[in-house]
């Protein structure tokens, strides 16, 4: 009977995870969450300059209606004059809002259609002979919050006998 002989492992034997397998995992996991972390913050960014955007396309749209459906002249002070809301002459007319980072500026230009034969948009009017206004609002956030500037335009066209 022959005898074999005995082979011993010398192969350390691995218990458990060594220091350096568990820095390397740590410096991974640090740099996936602070990575995360910043996609966080600019999420935050992006939804506050959603928000403004929003707010702005609002009151542009609040202000060119209420243009619309202002009256030609005012009869406030007893005689026909023009509403200052829409006289080309004061241009550029700007409303600071109750929001402090918010401006509305709004341009008026007198423009003549002739019936006779029609040219849309028309040329530039003779003071008191337009029969349409081009009114472009403009919201403009001075917000410091939010990823850049920020401005909205809406340009509208009122008719004279309408509103």
């Excluded at 396309?57 to 026909?80: H, M, P």
């Excluded at 109750?98 to 008026?108: F, G, Y």
């Excluded at 009114?135 to 509103?163: F, M, P, Q």
Aim: hydrophobic share 40%; proline share 4%; charged share 20%.
């Amino acid at each position: 009977m022959e005898m074999t002989p005995v082979q011993f492992d010398t192969r350390p034997r691995e218990r458990g995870i060594s220091l350096v397998e568990t820095l390397a995992a740590l410096v991974i996991l640090g740099m996936v969450t602070v990575s995360v972390l910043l996609m966080f913050t600019y999420s935050m960014e992006l939804n506050v300059t959603g928000m403004d955007y929003a707010t702005l396309t609002n009151r542009v749209r609040d202000k060119s209606e209420q243009l619309l459906a202002s009256g030609w002249y005012d009869n406030a002070a007893g005689g026909i004059t023009m509403n200052p809301d829409l006289d080309a002459a004061a241009n550029p007319h700007t409303e600071v809002q109750s929001d402090s980072h918010l401006r509305l500026v709004w341009n008026i230009e007198d423009r003549v259609i002739n019936q006779a034969t029609p040219n849309f948009p028309g040329g530039p009017a003779v003071v008191g002979n337009a029969n349409i206004k081009r009114i472009i609002v403009t919201a403009v956030s001075t917000s410091a919050s939010g990823i850049g500037r920020r401005d909205v335009n809406i340009g509208v066209l009122k008719i004279k006998g309408e509103g």
